[in-house]
T-cell receptor, first 111, second 109 residues
């Protein structure tokens, strides 16, 4: 079974802090994704990566960056956290033509 | 850009049939997926349609019409545990998966 693990279920940070959200998958998948989920807006794609050190902007990349130094790990970085980045963050991985598998999410609050 | 439209909320009774519609606008369309998400949980994959027609998996079926840019998820013999949010999502060029805003299904006894 595919396992996508996000490092934290809940996280509270302060405005201006640099925040790291970590995601690890154990299925050697090429593609990994970061989404944020807000009520009524569904899941919106922030960034995705199709290989190590490769990244592509999604629909809402502003205020975020990503890092993929190893195939199994995809990190989302909030360079200077702001209150409008309070949200649920979901990581997903996908191999070949299979549907993506999601982690359990990180509920991030920026105070 | 891409956009997907689905109803925000649907209510039905146990044992009934419910249909959740999804219309989309996207470039380089590859296929339509449906995901289920219970409160506090991760989205889980339900179905994928790349070609026109109906795909059936147990109590759930999914339909796609590429010419109409339209699909639906059909849930039969509704159970209380089916109360959840349902998202349609399109695969497009560039391997991106874009989601709709989600439909909250409430199943009542």
């Amino acid at each position: 079974d595919v396992k996508v693990t996000q490092s934290s279920r809940y996280l509270v940070k302060r405005t201006g802090e640099k925040v790291f959200l970590e995601c690890v998958q154990d299925m050697d998948h090429e593609n990994m994704f970061w989404y944020r989920q807000d009520p009524g807006l569904g899941l919106r794609l922030i960034y995705f990566s199709y290989d190590v050190k490769m990244k592509e902007k999604g629909d809402i990349p502003e205020g975020y960056s990503v890092s993929r130094e190893k195939k199994e790990r995809f990190s989302l970085i909030l360079e200077s956290a702001s209150t409008n980045q309070t949200s649920m963050y979901l990581c997903a991985s996908r191999g070949g033509d299979q549907p993506p598998h999601f982690g359990d999410g990180t509920r991030l609050s920026i105070l | 850009g891409q956009s997907l439209e689905q109803p925000s909320e649907v209510t039905a009774v146990e044992g009934a049939i419910v249909q959740i519609n999804c219309t989309y606008q996207t470039s380089g369309f590859y296929g339509l997926s449906w995901y289920q998400q219970h409160d506090g949980g991760a989205p889980t994959f339900l179905s994928y349609n790349a070609l026109d027609g109906l795909e059936e998996t147990g109590r759930f079926s999914s339909f796609l019409s590429r010419s109409d840019s339209y699909g639906y998820l059909l849930l039969q013999e509704l159970q209380m545990k089916d109360s959840a949010s349902y998202f349609c999502a399109v695969y497009n060029a560039g391997n991106m998966l874009t989601f709709g805003g989600g439909t909250r299904l409430m199943v009542k006894p």
